[in-house]
Structures are given as C-alpha cells and as structure tokens.
C-alpha cells in the first residue's frame, strides 16, 4: 500500500495531462488508486510499481474515452434545465393589456406627449415646440398622464 502512496503525486500530474478539467482528472486518478489496490494481487514483485499503476491509469482513460465517444456529449441536468427554463410570461401579457387600456383612457394629445416624453427621452421644451403647445401645457398633459396610469396599476 506504501508503495502506491509513494506514487500519488506522479499519477495526479499524468492524470492532469490526459483529462481536460481537474474534476475529471481527479476522478481518473481516484479509480486508477481504487482499482491498483483492489488488484494489487496482479501486481508481480520485483517490477515497477509507477510504470504497472501508469499502465492501469492509461487504460481507464482509453476506457472512459471509448464510452464517452459511444454515449455522445454529457450535459449535466441543471445546465441543461436552465437552457430550456422559459420564464413564466403571462404576466408581462396582463401588465401590457392593462397599460394598454390605462392608455386609452388618455387624450391622444396626452398620449403623444407621453409617449414623446418617455418612450422618445424628448426635453418638455423640444416637445413643446414640436406640438405647437405651450410648456405647461406639456407639463400639465404629462402628469394627467402619469397619473391616470398609476391608478390603472
């Protein structure tokens, strides 16, 4: 059992050079201590114990390759869910059905200037000069406006 203990830190290194991610080079370096000591019994006395664990380690990387090659590409559950997870929308559709009715409620002339305002990021003066009204009257408009939507919401 020394003897493979002795050997952990060369093993880690040649496991980090076959796999891509440390996690699965963990996990190769994990099975190839489990399986040498399991058959540690196949070990023959007298040879080398680095080059006997390299050769196990090489095999079950050729073996894992070979079966990921045949299962195709993993994607693990929770990323896969979190691809495909579509957010409820239900009720951005009721927000813009009731914004949409809180709207008609408005003067077309309100709700030009709204829309000026906050859809477009036009300045009162510039809103004002564009609808021929006077700038009070866009302030005016704007805060009916305001208000009749925060009453629908």
Known sequence: MQAIEDQIPQLQRYARFLEATPD????????????????????QAGTDMRAWLFAVMHNLFIDRARRRQRR?????IGEW?????QP????????LKDLDRAL???S?????ILHLVVIEGKRYHDVARELDIALGTVKSGLSRARRALARAA
């Open 24 to 43: 699965r080079a963990d996990d190769l370096l994990q099975d190839c201590l489990e399986r040498g000591v399991a058959r540690l019994d196949r070990f």
């Open 72 to 76: 195709g590409a993993h994607v693990p």
């Open 81 to 85: 869910l979190t691809e495909i997870h």
């Open 88 to 95: 409820p929308d239900q009720i951005d559709r009721l927000r």
């Open 104 to 106: 008609t409620v408005l």
């Open 108 to 112: 077309p002339r309100d709700r030009w």
